[in-house]
């Protein structure tokens, strides 16, 4: 079995888009403190004029199997991004997002393409996050979208629809856990991608990072792609499931999240149809992404 021409020019676009919304999306009481006995209320509480900032890093591997020989996909991303609190809105902290630096590379078949944000670095978006960590009042992922090479368009305020960790809706101890399910729709005019991930998060323990007092949170991951679009004359659809998992830690004294790291791998295929011919690839992803405070 051959790869058509088809197929490996449309593999690499189809790569840089789930990676990017894969790894985005691979996450309440004022004065609590860290009391093992009765339970701990974890919630957000930034402090308003107080500006934090964050550096997310993500990298995706691709394998590909053609006719018995595997075929390796590479993306990563770098994105920087200040929060900056402005107080209360409808009950939920209203937040205001600068995008500080963005960069995204993917490589294939020994051909690199690179992102073209330098339009978007610097610019700002206003959201909110309640004390849970529901996120809400995004504006429409056009407002700020940039191309990959010759991919695209791709939106930078997608991935804030799950970049703040759900907390439990009350107190809770050591050991015990709670569920989050994330999900993240990636649509433009040639192609629709959806992922969905449901995790357990168990409060591990208490520990201090960067001086900051912070609960130890591990997360176990399972979830879905699927989706599909056209692109150079071609269709394809892809449908993968996902397992991996992290530890994340979360500063219940100051109120603010502190860092993830999350891997895991996704098996699946890709199927392309085209005037050449239809296949159906193997494939498998390891990702990997940190996201942490910038102190």
Same mark, same amino acid.
């Given at each position: ?71 390796? =996909? /590479?993306?990563? &991303?770098?994105?920087?991004? #200040?929060?900056?609190?402005? %107080? !209360?809105?409808? $009950?939920?902290?209203?937040? *205001? ?111 201090? =990072? /960067?001086?900051? &007092?912070?609960?130890?949170? #591990?997360?176990?991951?399972? %979830? !879905?792609?699927? $989706?599909?679009?056209?692109? *150079? ?63």
């Amino acid at each position: 079995m051959h790869i058509s021409r088809s197929a490996r020019t449309l593999l690499p676009a189809v790569v840089i888009l789930v990676a990017a919304i894969t790894l985005m999306g691979c996450a309440s009481m004022c004065g609590t403190g860290a009391d093992v006995t009765k339970g701990t209320v974890l919630e957000y509480r930034m402090s308003e004029g107080d500006p934090i900032s964050y550096e997310f890093l993500a990298d995706n591997t691709q394998m590909l199997d053609v006719g018995g020989q595997s075929v390796e =996909i /590479n993306s990563s &991303e770098m994105m920087l991004f #200040s929060v900056t609190p402005k %107080g !209360t809105k409808d $009950g939920d902290q209203a937040i *205001g997002i600068t995008i500080d630096d963005l960069y995204v590379v993917a490589t294939a078949a020994g051909t690199s393409s690179e992102s073209d944000a330098d339009h978007v670095i610097g610019q700002s978006f206003d959201m909110t996050v309640s004390k849970s960590g529901v996120e809400g009042g995004l504006p429409e992922p056009d407002l700020m979208e940039y191309m990959v090479g010759n991919e695209g368009p791709k939106s930078a305020i997608t991935g804030f629809g799950v970049i703040f960790p759900d907390l439990p809706d009350g107190p809770i101890e050591v050991g015990g856990t709670w569920p989050t399910t994330v999900e993240v729709v990636e649509q433009n005019d040639n192609s629709n991608v959806a992922v969905t991930i449901e995790a357990v998060n168990t409060l591990e323990g208490f520990e201090t =990072i /960067n001086g900051l &007092e912070c609960a130890k949170i #591990s997360a176990v991951l399972t %979830g !879905t792609i699927e $989706g599909g679009g056209t692109q *150079g004359g071609a269709e394809w659809t892809m449908s993968s499931t996902m397992d991996g998992g992290g530890v994340w830690y979360f500063a219940h004294e100051r109120g603010i999240f502190v860092s993830d790291s999350t891997e895991g791998t996704a098996d699946g295929t890709i199927t392309v149809k085209a005037p050449d011919g239809e296949q159906t690839l193997p494939v498998t992803r390891n990702f990997t992404m940190l996201a942490k405070l910038v102190q």
